[in-house]
């Protein structure tokens, strides 16, 4: 039993059946990578869980709790924390004060409170900005802001949406170690990414979306070597990865 059950999942906008009977397991401290084409529904399956939309069909059980009618606070209570896509902060706190709210938010004050956010700035390598206004960050900034405060919310389970679209080369190493560390910590992910080299460097099993429906879900080098996903995704992408061994492929 994992600790985040998907059963039978499914997601309609009007007409358009945008998710369809989508069913997997997240193991306590597993990294799952979860790829697939634009449009395939990853950032709708990732709003589903986290509570921010609402399923057409089927259910979502974390910690064996149902949660598919829960509200995202409520889901963000049970030790659930997650980035958006397009991110979402408070753009006229500094990155410091963006930090402090969500720490606050988990019941941390005084001389803790700052302590857990110096940590926290450390960590994702943003302390020598912490006093920068939110809407002067750059976007790859803002994506490590976002996980900050994710972080901040000490959480069971996080999933990330494009985290590290727009990092050159030096800092996507060092987001990888990052994730690795927080891996270590035992914290369960689940992460979109289009960069390969991201997915291949820290995920324990791959899951891929292709039209709304899961084609194939298993360890990494079994997965990308799949044909249907050769076919539906990855296709020169990942012979690029290993021939660069750089991780091309952000064209979110
Ligand atoms: N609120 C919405 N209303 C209508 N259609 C939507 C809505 N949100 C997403 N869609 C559609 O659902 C499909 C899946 O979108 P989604 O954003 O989940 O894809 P994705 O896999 O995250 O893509 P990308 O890699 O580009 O981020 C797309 O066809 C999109 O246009
Ligand atoms: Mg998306």
């Given at each position: 039993?994992?600790?985040?059950?998907?059963k039978?999942?499914?997601?309609?906008?009007g007409?358009?059946?945008?998710?369809e009977?989508?069913?997997?397991?997240?193991?306590?401290?597993?990294?799952?990578?979860l790829?697939?084409?634009?449009?395939?529904?990853?950032?709708?399956?990732?709003?589903?869980?986290?509570?921010?939309?609402?399923?057409?069909?089927?259910?979502?059980?974390?910690?064996?709790?149902?949660?598919?009618?829960?509200?995202?606070?409520?889901?963000?209570?049970?030790?659930?924390?997650?980035?958006?896509?397009?991110?979402?902060?408070?753009?006229?706190?500094?990155?410091?004060?963006?930090?402090?709210?969500?720490?606050?938010?988990?019941?941390?004050?005084?001389?803790?409170?700052?302590?857990?956010?110096?940590?926290?700035?450390?960590?994702?390598?943003?302390?020598?900005?912490?006093?920068?206004?939110?809407?002067?960050?750059?976007?790859?900034?803002?994506?490590?802001?976002?996980?900050?405060?994710?972080?901040?919310?000490?959480?069971?389970?996080?999933?990330?949406?494009?985290?590290?679209?727009?990092?050159?080369?030096?800092?996507?190493?060092?987001?990888?170690?990052?994730?690795?560390?927080?891996?270590?910590?035992?914290?369960?992910m689940?992460?979109?990414?289009?960069?390969?080299?991201?997915?291949?460097?820290?995920?324990?099993?791959?899951?891929?979306?292709?039209?709304?429906?899961?084609?194939?879900?298993?360890?990494?080098t079994?997965?990308?070597?799949?044909?249907?996903?050769?076919?539906?995704?990855?296709?020169?992408?990942?012979?690029?990865?290993?021939?660069?061994?750089?991780?091309?492929?952000?064209?979110?």
């Open positions: 039993m994992g600790i985040l059950e998907v039978g999942l499914g997601k309609d906008f007409g358009l059946r945008v998710l009977n989508i069913s997997f397991s997240l193991a306590e401290g597993t990294v799952t990578g790829i697939g084409p634009n449009g395939a529904g990853k950032s709708t399956l990732v709003n589903l869980i986290a509570g921010s939309d609402r399923p057409t069909r089927g259910e979502i059980y974390f910690f064996s709790r149902p949660v598919h009618n829960l509200a995202s606070w409520r889901i963000a209570r049970l030790g659930l924390a997650r980035t958006f896509q397009i991110t979402r902060i408070f753009r006229d706190l500094t990155l410091r004060e963006n930090i402090r709210l969500a720490a606050w938010t988990i019941g941390l004050r005084g001389s803790r409170l700052e302590a857990e956010v110096d940590r926290l700035l450390d960590l994702t390598e943003l302390s020598d900005k912490a006093g920068v206004l939110c809407s002067d960050l750059t976007l790859p900034d803002q994506k490590r802001l976002q996980l900050a405060r994710a972080l901040a919310l000490q959480p069971k389970l996080l999933l990330l949406d494009e985290v590290m679209a727009g990092l050159n080369p030096v800092e996507l190493d060092k987001a990888i170690a990052l994730l690795n560390r927080l891996r270590l910590q035992g914290i369960t689940l992460v979109i990414e289009h960069l390969m080299k991201v997915i291949m460097n820290i995920s324990d099993r791959v899951i891929v979306l292709h039209q709304g429906q899961l084609i194939a879900d298993g360890q990494p079994e997965v990308v070597n799949m044909s249907q996903v050769q076919e539906a995704y990855l296709g020169s992408r990942y012979v690029k990865h290993k021939a660069e061994g750089t991780g091309l492929g952000g064209d979110a």
